[in-house]
């Protein structure tokens, strides 16, 4: 799963907008952060298999990151990172705990049984990828209906629509490059790629709130249009 991870941030934004969307987006996928610079380490093993359907990763050893365990910890030191570090409200810090696991619940989803119950214990995975079309629908789908829920709040506080709907436009879009150049090449430059597209996002995330951007109708621009 890739832009599908968005949906918990665009969810959580609207439940809890205290924290910077940037932080919902980089906790959706933190677990995949740590895995790209693992990958690239060469502690968790990934190898491209063109055979299979879907996504053609097979990701044979992934046990600091994508276990059940290891899904936890990183859950739990998001929540304190955003906690303490960021100074975030104790709701907000506790949602983005809940953003950072719900990677692995969507993980759970669509991987081949690759997520490891405990480390060394059976594999857990439900294979959705097997079946690209309904996965690809699903991911967007997500994206879809909790960017509804994100967009219907911003309007609500007044913002402007266009920042947001410019947002889940890139996400889909990514989505689509995603589809149409499947992951190739060694861990590293696969680990590189997969970093790079995750900083891209929470870049846009952090552009979409920025003030200049963001203030909707309270901008004396926004003023001058009417
Ligand atoms: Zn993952």
Do not use: C
């Amino acid at each position: 799963m890739f832009v599908g991870h968005y949906s918990a941030s665009l969810a959580a934004k609207a439940i809890e907008p205290r924290a910077p969307l940037w932080t919902y987006v980089i906790a959706a996928q933190l677990m995949d952060v740590g895995w790209a610079s693992l990958v690239m380490a060469g502690v968790e093993k990934v190898r491209v298999d063109p055979s299979l359907p879907g996504s053609s990763l097979d990701l044979y050893h992934m046990p600091w990151t994508h276990s059940l365990p290891g899904a936890l910890v990183w859950s739990l030191a998001g929540a304190l990172l955003a906690r303490v570090v960021l100074k975030l409200p104790i709701r907000a810090a506790l949602l983005i705990g809940a953003v950072v696991f719900s990677h692995w619940l969507l993980d759970l989803l669509v991987h081949r049984p690759d997520l490891e119950l405990w480390v060394g214990g059976p594999k857990l995975g439900l294979g959705l990828w097997n079946f690209p079309v309904p996965e690809q629908a699903v991911e967007i789908g997500l994206v879809a209906v909790a960017g509804a829920w994100w967009v219907g709040q911003r309007v609500r506080q007044g913002r402007r629509i266009w920042p947001a709907a410019l947002f889940l436009a890139g996400l889909v879009a990514l989505q689509i490059v995603a589809m149409l150049a499947p992951p190739g090449g060694d861990p590293v430059q696969m680990g590189a790629t997969t970093l790079f597209a995750y900083l891209v996002v929470a870049f846009g995330a952090w552009l979409v709130e920025r003030r200049s951007v963001d203030a909707g109708e309270r901008l004396p621009a926004a003023a001058s249009r009417a």
